[in-house]
């Protein structure tokens, strides 16, 4: 689960380190990103296959974005860098915390309970629907727009688990029964 991965140890970092929140000028270098970039593109195509009625291609983007999300994160390894560069661990952790505002916005349509939970941690201001609306039209502009109004991002909480571990033995016993029925 590598978007729930991304949202728990990114945003539980940035609380750490940041609780007052990360100013715009940090955030701002997001849009100037290969990440932002590909992210615009890939926002494009999930539009197109949804209109195309194709969710699993859809679903499939988003997927991926996630899992290049969490690899950028991984490899940036801002837990290391802090020690020796402040400044650049901020840019990791804002490129994070927006990739996973943005994931939550374009996983609505289909887990909407968990995309839910990610977006509520994020300040009021960015839970709007109209937001959201504009960033599924026209990309993630609104977003760049609505953040330097606020001039700094602070979280509302810490992150839960969005997705709890499968118990084996549960799934055991559930194959069990559908296997012989009982």
């Known amino acids: 689960n590598n978007i729930g991965n991304l949202v728990s140890r990114s945003l539980k970092f940035m609380n750490?380190?940041?609780p007052e929140g990360i100013e715009f000028e940090t955030l701002s270098t997001f849009f100037q990103t290969p990440f932002y970039t590909e992210f615009e593109k890939s926002l494009v195509d999930v539009k197109n296959s949804l209109e195309?009625?194709?969710?699993?291609?859809?679903l499939e983007?988003?997927?991926?974005l996630g899992t290049v999300a969490n690899l950028s994160f991984s490899d940036a390894a801002p837990w290391a860098l802090v020690k020796t560069d402040e400044s650049a661990a901020k840019r990791v952790i804002a490129q994070a915390?927006?990739?996973v505002y943005a994931l939550g916005v374009i996983l609505s349509p289909f887990l909407p309970e968990l995309a839910k939970k990610m977006i509520q941690?994020?300040?009021?201001?960015?839970?709007?629907?109209?937001l959201q609306a504009q960033i599924y039209q026209t990309g993630l502009t609104g977003l760049k727009?609505?953040?330097?109004?606020m001039k700094v991002l602070k979280l509302l909480a810490?992150?839960?688990?969005?997705v709890p571990k499968l118990d084996s033995?549960?799934?055991?016993?559930?194959?069990?029964?559908?296997?012989?029925?009982k």
């Open 16 to 18: 750490k380190q940041w």
């Open 52 to 58: 195309q009625f194709e969710f699993r291609k859809a």
């Open 61 to 64: 983007l988003i997927m991926k």
């Open 97 to 99: 915390a927006l990739s």
């Open 121 to 130: 941690l994020f300040p009021l201001e960015l839970q709007s629907e109209t």
């Open 145 to 149: 727009d609505k953040l330097q109004g």
């Open 158 to 162: 810490d992150p839960e688990i969005l």
């Open 169 to 181: 033995k549960k799934v055991s016993e559930r194959e069990v029964v559908i296997v012989t029925g």
